[in-house]
């Protein structure tokens, strides 16, 4: 196939790369050139702004079997690229994401569940409360330019080597530190969770089987308990794990989801009946590699990086101290 990415340089897009490139396809990046450039040098790279009329316009004169967008928030900038690209590609494959379904994750969601709206849908801002929102009008704008040709990818948490936010990433690292350490409710805690890899892969297949569709894509349920356990094992590291009350951790001032990551208060994943559901994707060829594999590449990824480059915003060694102080205290007799 001739592919072209809209990104393809940071996290999904560069493994979305490299399951092309693996597969023999032919490549063309459309990005920006601010996150790694000349990252692929065997591929057509096309430098430019989704947002500017003239650079997309570097597009005109070219066909692609598919088009793969991985920077879709604003569903008119969604509608730009993809009413340039009419005619010029066969396919449109937009990345979404679990977030468009607003109960998520209190509930059990298939890719039936109702999607979340604006009450001004000309909102552009990106926030925690309209990124779902927007995500879901983004899919309508690429749904709307190839309406039997469109294939929607609504991904969970995706982690793995070169993931910039570090949102899985912490517990490798923490746990590879060694010592006491300070994890959220309890090992029960269920957490999903899906390798870039995997679900790069099973993208590009499922283009070349010219597959369209809406398709959540997400990984098994993993304990919190089971992650920390394959990631001693992915260390060799001696420690401990001591599980705070989450209340007592808010009091604490520790931040979910960012401080101590996979973890939202009485929310995230607190039955495994409320995980994401995958049927759809698993019987299209959605296969998972090992928690041992994803944890074990993420540490020997994340031991190889500039420092400067870390961390974003989890728990500082200084703060976790003085919380499993505390809870020490606190438990006392």
């Known amino acids: 196939m001739n592919l072209l990415i809209l990104g ?3 996290f999904l897009g560069r493994h979305l790369a490299d399951a092309a490139l693996s597969r023999g396809h032919t490549l063309t990046l459309f990005h920006r050139g601010k996150t790694n450039p000349g990252l692929f040098p065997q591929v ?4 430019g702004d989704r947002t500017q009329d003239d650079d997309l316009a570097q597009l005109d004169g070219r066909h692609f079997d598919a088009v793969i967008d ?6 008119r900038i969604v509608r730009q690229s993809a009413q340039r ?3 010029k590609a066969e396919r449109y494959c937009f990345i979404s994401s679990v977030s468009v379904y607003p109960n998520w994750p209190d509930t059990s969601t298939d890719e039936d569940s109702p999607v979340g ?5 000309t909102v552009e801002q990106v926030t925690g409360e309209t990124y779902g929102p927007l995500k879901a009008l983004c899919e309508q704008e690429a749904q709307a330019a190839f309406p039997d040709a469109a294939l929607i990818v609504r991904p969970g948490l995706i982690v793995g080597p070169h993931d910039p936010s570090d949102r899985f990433t912490y517990w490798p690292h923490r746990v590879a530190q060694g010592g006491e350490i300070l994890a959220p409710a309890a090992a029960e805690l269920p957490t999903q969770w899906i390798d870039v890899r995997d679900l790069a892969e099973w993208t590009i297949r499922m283009l070349e089987l010219g597959r369209t569709g809406v398709y959540n894509a997400d990984g098994p349920v993993v304990s919190l308990g089971q992650l920390l356990a394959t ?3 992915a260390s060799g590291a001696q420690g401990s794990v001591t ?5 007592f951790l808010q009091e604490q001032g520790v931040k979910p989801w960012l401080e101590l990551p996979l973890w939202i208060p009485g929310v995230f994943g607190k039955k495994e009946s409320s995980a994401t559901r995958t049927q759809r994707a698993n019987l299209a060829g959605l296969t998972y590699r090992t928690a041992l594999e994803t944890v074990r590449d993420t540490l020997l990824w994340d031991q190889g990086r500039a420092t400067e480059n870390a961390w974003k ?4 060694p200084e703060k976790e101290a003085a919380v499993l102080a505390a809870w020490h205290e606190k438990s006392a007799p």
């Open 8 to 10: 393809g340089t940071l």
């Open 44 to 47: 057509t790279e096309i430098l």
């Open 70 to 75: 991985t920077c879709g928030y604003v569903p």
């Open 85 to 87: 690209l009419v005619g």
């Open 117 to 121: 709206t604006l009450d001004d849908p």
């Open 231 to 233: 990631c001693f094992l």
């Open 243 to 247: 599980y705070a009350d989450e209340t």
């Open 313 to 316: 915003n989890t728990l500082t």
